[in-house]
């Protein structure tokens, strides 16, 4: 088992939708929770962190965390073309920062 | 700097040699990560310095691959008898310190072809 899963996609969502991505972890002591984009060829840039259990906002990305069910989202709100990349989800556990594969999204005009 | 250097940007070498990457963290940061990235995939965990400790080399593939940091500053990863499978981008990143919270700021990377 991966330590971080992601579903690799492609998601393509419609402009002005909602995007969900989703991330699960095996490491039950992890501590924190992180969501990165890299467009492509180029580097990962952090969009938000989270280690409380629940939701937080930043703009119009929100994470979502549930350390019963080690499961973290992503939701991005009103999505725009410009939000078309691969995003990474990455978790601080005992073994240190461990990241998924990545899902690679589309927003579609 | 304003953020993590790394050099050379490219590297091209043939199986069997030697080749060495250099990162230049963040000044003041602590934490210096290397991490591999091959086509597609996502950022494979290499090893990692905090400040003086000894580094988590829990990551390195093989005994080919060896990192230091020197002065708690400048990292240079080595890749000894290169093999085609070696071929990814490696990534360098940073943070203030590693406890796991603080932002990690990644550099643009070095590409890696062994031919």
């Known amino acids: 088992q991966k330590e971080v899963e992601q579903n690799s996609g492609p998601l393509s969502v419609p402009e002005g939708a909602i995007a969900s991505l989703n991330c699960t972890y095996s490491?039950?002591?992890?501590?924190?929770f992180f969501w990165y984009r890299q467009y492509s060829g180029k580097s990962p840039e952090l969009i938000m962190f989270?280690?409380?259990?629940g939701d937080k906002e930043d703009g119009r990305f929100t994470a979502q965390l549930n350390k019963a069910s080690q499961y973290v989202s992503l939701l991005i709100r009103d999505s725009q073309p410009s939000d078309s990349a691969t995003y990474l989800c990455?978790?601080?556990?005992?073994?240190?920062?461990?990241f998924g594969a990545g899902t690679r999204l589309t927003v579609k005009p | 700097g304003a953020g993590v250097s790394q050099s050379p940007s490219n590297k091209v070498t043939e199986k069997g040699k030697d080749v060495e990457l250099r990162c230049d963290p963040i000044?003041?940061?602590?934490?210096l990560y290397w991490y591999r990235q091959s086509l597609g995939q996502g950022l494979e965990f290499l090893i990692y310095?905090?400040?003086?400790?000894?580094?988590?080399k829990s990551g390195l593939p093989s005994d080919r691959f060896s990192a230091e940091r020197t002065g708690g500053s400048v990292s240079t990863l080595t890749i000894q008898r290169t093999q085609q499978e070696d071929s990814a981008v490696y990534l360098c990143?940073?943070?203030?310190?590693?406890?796991?919270?603080?932002?990690?700021?990644f550099g643009p990377g070095t590409r890696l072809l062994v031919l």
């Open positions: 000044s003041g940061h602590t934490a």
């Open positions: 490491d039950r002591g992890s501590q924190s």
């Open positions: 310095f905090q400040g003086n400790s000894a580094p988590d």
């Open positions: 989270i280690y409380s259990n």
């Open positions: 990455a978790v601080w556990g005992w073994s240190g920062m461990r």
């Open positions: 990143a940073s943070s203030l310190e590693n406890r796991g919270v603080e932002t990690q700021y």
